[in-house]
């Protein structure tokens, strides 16, 4: 059983930038694809980022493309996102995800950060 646990998340104001952390634990931790994806209240959860196994590969959302950027570092079982440029459209909790493929992140997922970004 992997456990996620996300941080970073906080109160920032419009353009500025925020890094979430996602340390992992309880698997081996490259042998799962990682991701990102955020709910905000009333909206269901959507995709923000995944990188491979490896972290040699990444696709993002088109809302956030240009604005994040998401790596691994496997040494330290850890997933990060750095977000920048942030708009109070992008207020919501992040959860961080693991799965099979960037395309299949279903298997894990952790309790969520908050980020609020204020206008």
């Known amino acids: 059983q992997v456990q996620l646990v996300e941080s970073g998340g906080g109160l920032v104001q419009a353009g500025d930038s925020l890094r979430l952390s996602c340390a992992a634990s309880g698997g081996t931790f490259n042998s799962y694809a990682m991701g990102w994806i955020r709910q905000a209240p009333g909206n269901e959860r959507d995709f923000v980022a995944a990188?491979?196994?490896?972290?040699?590969?990444?696709r993002y959302a088109d809302s956030v493309k240009g604005r994040c950027t998401i790596s691994r570092d496997n040494a330290k079982n850890t997933v990060f996102l750095q977000m920048g440029s942030l708009q109070p459209e992008d207020t919501a909790v992040y959860y961080c995800?693991?799965?099979?493929?960037?395309?299949?992140?279903?298997?894990?997922r952790g309790q969520g950060t908050q980020v609020t970004v204020s206008s």
């Open positions: 995800v693991a799965g099979s493929s960037t395309f299949s992140l279903n298997q894990y």
């Open positions: 990188i491979s196994r490896s972290g040699g590969t990444t």
